[in-house]
């Protein structure tokens, strides 16, 4: 194991960046995701508009791999539609599970790909996939409060 | 092995030979083992001797008249002659094995506490708790309508007297209590722990899961109505462990598992108990772990307890020490090395426990992160986790100085201090 | 090794050689283990493994971010899914890791009985049930104001179709019954009973505990609710067993032990659990335990069932045919080979049983005598003890020979028969 | 181990005998005896006179072990004082046991001694004793009746 794949200057920047890491205002949903084993808390907050995701942001403890995928992730899914973001969600559990490695269809995941290292750690997949699965939770009870 | 004549760096080189996992490299780099509150390694004399009983002597005992079945039933009760006399047991049949300090503590729970612990009773737990001493306690409140009452410790990780007079009192029916924290290494004041609840006529569970592998055991100077603890984390395989409890508590106490060879005689409608300790010992017995729990005492006294005091005791405050002169790591609990194990946690500044282990794991040092099984603690000292480097005296003082130089690395692989 | 091409005489001294115990002299004479229903020998391949683990790879599993805990994780995972796969549950957290049948047993009847089983409700039981099958539910019987009502065998060992139409009723909630009987070898008709069961909306826990060393299982194809066995009956260690349970029925069930690993989130007053299976597996695991297990599957699937099938059927036949021609000899259950596996009990006229095992353990010869912790099916058959010689895989035909040759001189022993 | 120390002509014999395998009439005392790892099950009958065992008998189900030492037992027993017949059970209870190896002292046992060698045989130890700690209850329980 190599600590610059796993440490890069990526998640260094994303780690500590503050840009989503807020409350947001009249959030559709607030959802809080727990990785009970390491302590990590992310609280995801999603705001929809027209199908798409108008805003998405973090707040929480945890690892530099968590806050950093937290952010990483909303910065990608803010202005997508709702079906490509969940595709994106998707996509990204998918490749840190191993289950897609077609490296053309991971494009899509732009800076996101920066953790696909972390599949080599079965230890941190839960740090990497906790703000994903917390954001497909908000967007799904943000859709279920719409209707 | 004339241990007493080496320094104690000779000693623990000597010590390690006998450990084979210690020749392993880890990410190229020579494994430096430092999570022994966790479970401890094992040296070839255990491994030996369990081998030795399943190419030699396997069958299953109390159940033949045959000679290998005799055999392995003469193991296993001299494994629990051994035990009892380890922990200075008043009676041979006081000793139950168990799977390990959890089914214990659960036994412990279901056939004391479901029995014996009624509405309005307090059971008092230190906030240190390791969930496995916990949470069966939590059940039976839940269950009994009892009251969980908490220690809390102080800044240094110790409890303080008076919260323990205040909130031991006449409504106190069961106390239970590690004897060494899993998380800040504190020794706790558990004979004054003990006066008090007898004081009180409440009975004391005492959890030596942290202490038994540092600290030489006497159930009976400490006068402790129940103790348990794992084979795991003292040299011995996993699967085996132990329950002490005082004969006539033990005697009073439902049986907690049922089947095979804790009964006398078995009707269609109704069944008597074998007399102790057979009564909780359900099914067939791991005698291999047996064997292996004996030959890691025998192992440890061999060392002896007090080479492993003092081999111990100059690791921890080279460790704190070091540490310390780290001005972003905060150490929690004790930092001198009184009243303490080599159990530290710390954490470092603006960088995730978690992320802490993974960076020192690529120098080859292992050391755990998390809630280390103690959440209301976590709570309590208000942090959700912390790192911890837990010696064991087979560690040595260049694994600690590595230990402190890959910490020196960690907030520079985060974007902080530049590169 | 090609195992095919071989006669089965060939086969089995091929096998023998992955057993050193039986190297061994037996009061001068070689061993002759015949108590395989008790528990059975390990070869060499599975105490590798398991020395292979502690020496290289040992951590406390989930628990830590560094190599080797990760390493210990994986293997205990992958134990996991290896067992998942060797019985084809559908779901890897349907695979519980316990001590061993009783415990997986007892699991069962605490987490599932206590709740789901009501007042005036039918648990119905065979009479040849094992203790450990027999007695937690008496005791679950007694908490729930429920009824226990069993099936009894006929003179072959049999339970019969009649019998299992009449007592399944619309009152019935649990069926618990073993796929092989410990004490007769009988194969009972379980595809019947859980059908029949299942006609009524009761839930079948199956004790595959003399079954799964012999017999392939596959929980899917019988549609069954709970299974157990225990590992050192398939030539695993002491110390680890499993519990299969349909992942619906596991959800709604409550935890059993409580501790470390098996919860979500502690709080000081309140605590909530992990998803299956951790859920069910408090405390530290046996990682080398179910490691050893993995590594028996392994073996037991190298041989293949069709090599142990085909082997075990010749030998019993072999045996059965032998000690029938000892007119002192009464057989219990079937005596022909069919619908059973290698378990024979028998008795000698005139004498105990326990004195035949000692007299027969003088010629190297082990085999067990007493009520193999079947008390009621001990009095449901009129006797107070039977001899019991079990086969496996790796018995020989010349052991056989010795058994039914020392068990001619029985008699004399006690003065009968004249000297 | 050599059988022909355990199985002996004398255990042959008392094995099978009779003698004493009866019911006794008026006890003053009947006692329940069981081994239950092997399936023993010995009733023993004392009548007490005069500070003396008058009588004694068994009945129930054993090995040879169980019942030749019944039978030695209520031979030897019949006719002596309560205190010597307590004293010869503590013998040999103290004998199988292993705690009492002093020849000498054990040659009050008589053909009792025939059973010396279960001691090295430690699962048959209670198929031994069994009667002997059945027989002391039994002469303790008559004994409370009489006060
Ligand atoms: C049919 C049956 N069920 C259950 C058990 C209990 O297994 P264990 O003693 O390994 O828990 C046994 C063996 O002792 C058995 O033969
Ligand atoms: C203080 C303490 N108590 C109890 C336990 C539980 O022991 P085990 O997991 O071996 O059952 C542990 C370790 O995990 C511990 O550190």
């Known amino acids: 194991m190599d600590l ?10 994303h780690c500590s960046s503050t840009k989503n890491r807020r409350e947001i205002e009249n959030p559709d949903a607030y959802i809080e995701g727990i990785n009970s084993s390491c302590g990590d808390e992310l609280r995801i907050g999603v705001k929809l508009e027209n199908g798409k995701i108008k805003d998405a942001a973090y707040t929480g403890v945890g690892c530099a791999i968590s806050q950093a995928s937290a952010s990483i992730m909303t910065e990608l899914v803010i202005g997508k539609t709702i079906d490509e973001a969940k595709h994106l969600a998707e996509l990204f559990i998918g490749m840190i599970k191993r289950e897609i490695t077609d490296e053309s269809k991971l494009e899509e995941l732009d800076e996101a790909i920066a953790l696909q290292n972390i599949s080599n750690m079965p230890a941190r997949v839960k ?17 279920s409060k719409e209707q | 092995m004339q241990l007493k004549e080496l320094s104690t760096i000779e000693k623990i080189n000597k010590i390690r030979e006998d450990f084979p996992i210690f020749s392993q490299q880890i990410n190229g780099k020579p494994l430096a083992y430092l999570d022994n509150a966790a479970t401890t390694q094992k040296p070839i004399q255990v491994l030996d001797q369990i081998n030795r009983y399943y190419k030699k002597f396997n069958a299953n005992p109390h159940r033949g008249a045959y000679t290998l079945s005799i055999k392995a039933t003469n193991f296993y009760n001299m494994a629990r002659k051994n035990i009892k006399r380890f922990i200075n047991a008043k009676h041979t049949e006081e000793i139950i094995f168990t799977r390990g ?33 916990l949470v069966p306690w939590q059940q039976i409140a839940l269950a009994k309508k009892a ?3 908490y220690l809390y410790t102080d800044e240094n990780g110790q409890i303080s007297k008076d919260e323990i007079n205040k909130k031991i009192t006449n409504k ?14 504190t020794v706790f004041p558990v004979e004054h722990i ?26 009976q100077e400490l006068d402790v109505d129940f103790a348990v603890f794992s084979g795991h984390k003292m040299l011995a395989p996993m699967g085996i462990g132990v329950l002490y409890g005082k004969k006539d ?13 804790m009964i006398d005689i078995v009707k269609e409608q109704s069944t008597t108990f074998a007399p102790l300790p057979q009564k909780f010992e359900a099914g067939t017995q791991n005698v291999g772990g047996a064997i292996g729990l004996s030959a890691a ?37 004790s930092k001198n090395g009184d009243d303490r194990t080599g159990v530290i946690s710390f954490t470092v500044k603006d960088v995730h426990p978690h992320d802490v282990s993974t960076i020192l794991d690529a120098d080859g040092i292992a050391i755990r992160s998390g809630h280390h099984c103690a959440h209301p603690l976590m709570t309590h000292c208000k942090t959700n986790a912390t790192c911890r480097a837990s010696l064991y005296f087979y560690n040595t003082f260049e694994e600690i100085d590595r230990l402190a130089e890959s910490l020196l690395t960690v907030r520079k692989w985060l974007g902080f201090d530049k590169r």
């Open chain 1, 4 to 13: 610059n794949e796993i440490y890069t200057q990526v998640i260094a920047e």
């Open chain 1, 127 to 143: 740090c990497a996939t906790l703000a994903w699965h917390t954001f497909e939770e908000a967007v799904d009870t943000a859709l």
């Open chain 2, 101 to 133: 300090a959890t089914e214990a503590l659960n036994l412990i729970a279901y056939s004391y506490g479901m029995n014996f612990i009624n509405e309005g009773d307090e059971i008092v737990l230190s906030i240190a708790e390791h969930h496995s001493n």
């Open chain 2, 147 to 149: 009251k969980l009452i």
């Open chain 2, 172 to 185: 106190t029916k069961l106390v239970a209590i590690a004897q060494v924290s899993n998380v800040l290494g």
């Open chain 2, 194 to 219: 003990i006066k008090k609840a007898h004081k009180h006529n409440a009975v004391v569970v005492l959890d030596m899961a942290q202490s038994i592998p540092h600290i030489k055991a006497d159930v």
């Open chain 2, 249 to 261: 508590l033990l005697i009073k106490m439902p049986p907690f598992l049922f089947g095979g060879d």
């Open chain 2, 297 to 333: 005492i025998d192992y440890l006294e061999n060392i002896g307890y007090d080479n492993i005091y003092k081999i111990e005791k100059e690791l921890t405050s080279y460790a704190l020490n070091k540490l310390s002169q780290n001005p972003n790591i905060s150490i929690f609990g």
